[in-house]
């Protein structure tokens, strides 16, 4: 079952502009995760933020987490074409340290 | 160390074929998770190992799904017989364990079943 549930699922903007990704999930989490996939390429771990913690940035990365409305969202600031690629967010489902994903925020930045 | 490596990255097959698909977890990890990824449905989770043996096999959608992993750093994922609707990416991924759970993925196996 679905987990994490993202939002939007396709973003599309220019260069320079930020993104922002939000993910919603049902149940009591240890942590939530952040990763990216490419085309065609394997889930890349960009964060991880636990259940302790509000905020947490990573370079161009800003993650943050609200418990209380189970919800997360992930800011790439000053997005470059590069950051094309779909995003996904992972909780331990249930806190049991397996990562359960949504199904992905399609993010195209355009040049 | 190389990261997650699975093969084949590419399998074709027909349909009734026995299919076999590959991943070696990174050295150390005690982890290792085989999810299916299709435009439907999604990043599903297959199976989930936890020191070589199987924790939770919930994922696995039927009996012609099977998987193993007889040691620290080989597991394989056989579908037996092969379905068109089989068709999906496959991807094995490792974590290191404890408190560090961060996914480690492989390139997966694209598997097409005509």
């Known amino acids: 079952s679905q987990q994490g549930e993202e939002d939007p699922q396709a973003l599309s903007i220019q260069e320079g502009e930020n993104a922002t990704m939000n993910c919603s999930y049902k149940?009591?989490?240890?942590?939530l995760q952040w990763y990216r996939q490419n085309s065609g390429r394997g889930l890349v771990h960009l964060i991880l933020?636990?259940?302790?913690?509000r905020e947490k940035h990573s370079g161009r990365l800003r993650v943050t987490l609200d418990t209380s409305k189970k919800s997360s969202s992930l800011l790439i600031t000053a997005s470059r074409a590069a950051d094309t690629a779909s995003y996904f967010c992972?909780?331990?489902?249930?806190?049991?340290?397996?990562?359960?994903f949504g199904r992905g925020t399609s993010l195209i930045v355009h040049p | 160390d190389a990261g997650v490596i699975q093969s084949p990255r590419h399998e074709v097959t027909e349909m009734g074929q026995e299919v076999t698909l590959r991943c070696k977890p990174i050295?150390?990890?005690?982890?290792l998770f085989w999810y299916r990824q299709t435009m439907m449905r999604g990043l599903e989770l297959l199976i989930y190992?936890?020191?070589?043996?199987?924790?939770?096999d919930s994922g696995m959608p039927e009996d012609r799904f099977s998987a193993k992993m007889p040691n620290a750093s080989f597991s394989t994922l056989k579908i037996q017989p092969s379905e068109p609707r089989d068709s999906a990416v496959y991807f094995c991924?490792?974590?290191?364990?404890?408190?560090?759970?961060?996914?480690?993925f492989g390139q997966g196996t694209r598997l097409t079943v005509v």
């Open positions: 149940t009591s989490i240890n942590n």
């Open positions: 190992f936890n020191n070589n043996v199987p924790i939770d």
């Open positions: 933020i636990r259940s302790n913690e």
């Open positions: 992972a909780t331990d489902l249930g806190g049991s340290y397996i990562p359960t």
């Open positions: 991924a490792s974590t290191p364990g404890g408190l560090r759970t961060e996914a480690f």
């Open positions: 050295s150390g990890h005690n982890s």
